[in-house]
């Protein structure tokens, strides 16, 4: 582990929020404001296809007449007109980590990005404000013929029409006032694909860091998992705190085909100005398995539910998450399920803690449809109140069109007890101690699922939280 | 008179995704006839229990007026949910489940209230029985006050019932108030024909170590809601609900139940157990709320829902907010036909299919059934079960 991520185990901040002041020279930065003017700057910037201009240009058609759903966090702070869609360095993507700037750079090895990719990752991405600055994939998974980078050179190369036939197919603009943003201004991210049969045995990752003040980052993850195949994703975003309101409106696309396994791993840990505002979702061919694991730590305002499809005969599903949220925080997230397929199984665990004013709310629907005979579906969320200043609120919905179906669903709200407090303080932890322990060990469900090294950041932002910091 | 109804009714605490459908409900019927306005005479009243018939709803709800500040106290750290809808209802000086459209439709069209006092330390053990016998095509709106004075209690059965093909309407609201140490059991059996649109309000509140106690059979009618918000706004307060339901035919039924814990040490359970037949929907809504300054409270909710057609239509939405960081929530669902391994067991002991359905139909009604303190009725209503299952 480098002395940056030991850094982090210690307790600081400052691999986070270290910033990486922009200048001119070096970054290309489009006027804040969202317009026809603006969309079409981007593409212009992205050299689009004829078909993703006008799609564009549709979206923020979709996005003019939308309004913010009535449900969810306020986004009031939330100012467009103040908000930059498009901001890259001037630099091309690199493929070799040694041509990468070295601001840039600076601010990946202070995250532990390379060391992570030298020891235990397939390939990694990383996306800088609105660009991917860096992709790389290890030749003997290349060699496999799995697939790894970002969609606008994807859609340059003989996977266009795969990109095609896919992008937006799922999450599509007309879904929500944020997936209309994102078709208008998306940029970055991955395209990920998978052949026949391949089983990618270590995880790919990309990187998200909006490293920009009053920028909005968009950018668009499309993972084909075919027939047979195995893949483990992870995703990691982090931004530096700012007095202004950033916006991430990401979207993440996931097919998993038939006998396949996607496992879709996310920490989250943007900075406390951040709107996230961010949507994914999956569709699970016949006996497919979709696995996400989640852990929400960072932003300002949240809405985020991972959706499922299950659209196979006996696709299975399975979240497990995680959201903490601390002081000056609306975390609003939980997961979506769509059963459609016969003897189709979702599991959901959730988990979530609210401190020192901090607002989490599990938010969830589970959707049983006529077709899913046999289908069986289990949800179960915990929250910790560590406060009375805090919320912990629990909002799920079951829509259930068969009898052929068995639905469970369970729900806590608690405190940490005092006996626990106790018990550990009396074998030598202080009262904080003790009770970041408790919060941890409430917390394993979720860290046990990640590979090791995520598991320990996992914590460390655990502990981070608890102290207040 | 006849009516157009134009309400919106059963809007959740906090709203939700709006694709699920469980954000309110709507009740929109044209040329409803609206002929009984006067609660029915109440039957079996004891000493110690006065009625005041026929004052105006809004005299009525003096009551919860004058004692607005204390139901509506809040002690604790302000603060909302996502989505909160609570302000909609400010007006209301005790809310009710279904929300401030049903008070306003009472007060527009003059609607008469029955107040029933139970007299300081009265106790009463034979509950009040208040029979609805609607004839075919006859409307019904009616509300009543049940007040309980301070360490006094009271039971109530309302029953609501008409021959199995007759149609008409029938609303009702009820508003509760348990004082200091008081108890009121209302018991709400509705077996109404298959032609009636129906709808039950309660709204009530309880002070200090006041319960309130709620057992409702919606059974019967084509379309049914109900609602019921139990305002615990003082400490060692208790509400406990029991309902039952069977929906059938291309029947609805729509419920929103709330418990507003406000008070320390206050305890809720609020169990629901149904089954849903043929073409039936029904969407459940139950919130448990536990405000700032609610410490030591305990909420449970239980809903356990046995489906028996492919077609039916089933929507559950429980919630739990929480502000206040000394308290345990819980809630359970249990939702889906009869388990296989019952349905061997049952089988193997020389019975058929539909037979243990039908038992299982009646043993999960019949608990709920029970509860009625009068064995004349909880039998019509046992033996109502029986026929349609």
């Known amino acids: 582990m480098s002395e940056d991520k030991k850094a982090v185990v210690d307790i600081d901040r400052s691999a986070y929020d270290y910033k990486d002041i922009e200048n001119e020279k070096d970054f290309y930065r489009l006027k804040e404001g969202l317009t026809e003017e603006t969309v079409l700057k981007v593409s212009e910037e992205k050299n689009d296809p ?336 560590l406060d009375s200043i805090s919320r912990a609120d629990t909002i799920p919905g079951m829509d259930i069109r068969t009898d052929d179906a068995d639905v469970g669903h369970e729900a806590k709200i608690g405190r940490i007890s005092d006996e626990a407090v106790f018990y550990l303080m009396s074998r030598g932890l202080s009262e904080e101690d003790a009770k970041a322990m408790i919060v941890s060990g409430f917390a394993n469900p979720v860290s046990k699922e990640l590979p090791l090294e995520y598991a320990v950041e996992m914590n460390n932002l655990i502990k981070l939280e608890m102290s207040g910091h | 008179m006849n009516k157009n109804l134009d309400m919106r009714v059963n809007v959740l605490p906090a709203l939700t995704y709006n694709f699920l459908h469980v954000n309110d409900s709507k009740i929109k019927e044209d040329g409803i006839g609206i002929e009984l306005l006067n609660t029915p005479d109440a039957e079996n009243v004891p000493d110690g229990v006065t009625v005041t018939r026929r004052v105006s709803y809004k005299e009525a709800g003096k009551l919860f007026e004058d004692n607005k500040k204390r139901i509506l106290v809040d002690a604790g750290v302000p603060g909302v949910p996502n989505g909160d809808t609570s302000r909609r209802d400010d007006a209301q000086a005790v809310r009710t489940g279904m929300g401030i459209d049903i008070e306003n439709l009472m007060l527009e069209n003059g609607i008469t209230t029955d107040v029933f006092t139970a007299e300081e330390g009265v106790k009463t053990k034979e509950p009040i029985i208040i029979r609805y016998n609607l004839n075919d095509g006859e409307g019904s709106l009616t509300s009543q006050v049940i007040h309980a004075k301070k360490d006094s209690e009271i039971t109530i059965i309302m029953d609501y019932t008409s021959e199995r093909n007759a149609s008409g309407f029938h609303g009702i609201s009820t508003r509760l108030l348990a004082e200091e140490g008081a108890k009121i059991n209302l018991i709400k059996t509705q077996t109404l024909g298959d032609g009636f649109i129906h709808f039950d309000d309660i709204g009530g509140a309880c002070f200090k170590k006041g319960a309130i106690n709620v057992v409702s059979l919606e059974l019967g009618a084509k379309k049914s809601w109900t609602g019921c918000y139990i305002n615990l706004c003082e400490d060692e307060t208790e509400f406990i609900s029991n309902q039952g339901y069977l929906v059938k035919d291309t029947h609805s039924l729509d419920i929103n139940y709330v418990a507003d814990q406000r008070g320390k040490k206050t305890n809720v359970l609020m169990n629901v157990k149904g089954v849903l037949m043929d073409k039936a929907q029904k969407t459940y809504r139950g ?60 089988n193997s002991r020389g019975i058929d299919e539909q037979e243990a359905k039908r038992l299982m139909v009646r043993a999960k009604l019949d608990s709920v059934a029970r509860l009625i303190p009068d064995p004349e009725i909880a039998e019509k209503v046992q033996y109502y079960i029986s026929t349609i299952v």
């Open chain 1, 50 to 385: 004829e078909w993703m201009r006008e799609f564009r240009l549709k979206c923020l058609k979709l996005y003019n007449e939308m309004e913010m759903p009535d449900w969810g966090p306020s986004v009031e702070g939330l100012d467009m007109d103040k908000i930059s869609s498009y901001v890259r360095h001037k630099e091309d993507m690199k493929g070799s980590w040694e041509d990468v700037p070295e601001d840039i750079k600076n601010t990946f090895e202070r995250l532990g990005i390379p060391q992570a990719e030298r020891e235990s990752l397939a390939g990694v991405g990383a996306q800088y404000d609105s660009e991917l600055v860096y992709h790389n994939i290890k030749d003997e998974v290349a060699a496999q013929g799995v697939i790894y980078t970002d969609i606008e050179s994807a859609l340059r190369t003989e996977y266009a029409d795969m990109i095609k036939s896919h992008f937006m197919k799922l999450l599509t603009p007309t879904d929500h006032k944020m997936m209309a943003l994102h078709g208008a201004v998306w940029s970055g991210g991955s395209f990920v694909y998978v052949p026949k049969g391949v089983k990618v045995d270590i995880p790919l990752q990309s990187y998200f860091r909006l490293n920009a003040a009053g920028a909005g980052q968009f950018e668009h993850t499309l993972i084909i998992v075919d027939e047979g195949a195995d893949l483990h994703f992870i995703e990691g975003c982090s931004a530096p705190k700012y007095n202004v309101a950033n916006l991430h409106s990401g979207a993440v696309e996931l097919f998993v085909g038939k006998n396949a396994r996607l496992r879709y791993s996310t920490i989250e840990n943007w900075s406390k100005n951040m709107y996230n505002l961010n949507s994914k979702r999956a569709i699970v061919e016949e006996n497919g398995v979709m696995e996400w694991v989640s852990g929400s730590f960072g932003s300002h305002t949240s809405y985020l539910y991972p959706m499922t499809i299950l659209k196979g005969d006996h696709s299975k599903m399975e979240f497990t998450g995680i959201t903490f949220a601390g002081k000056g925080q609306n975390l609003d997230t939980g997961a979506k399920v769509v059963h459609q397929g016969v003897g189709t199984t979702s599991v959901i665990n959730s988990k979530s803690i609210s401190k020192d004013g901090g607002i989490g709310t599990y938010r969830s629907s589970v959707v049983i449809q006529s077709t899913a005979k046999k289908a069986k579906a289990s949800v179960s969320c915990d929250s910790l109140m």
């Open chain 2, 287 to 346: 919130t448990l709320d536990f405000k700032s300054g609610s410490s030591a409270s305990v909420g449970d909710e239980q809903e356990d829902t046995l489906l028996l057609s492919p077609d039916v239509i089933n929507r559950s939405m429980p919630v739990i907010l929480c502000q206040e960081e000394d308290v345990e929530g819980r809630h359970g669902a249990t939702i889906g036909q009869l388990g296989e391994d019952l349905l061997f067991y049952i």
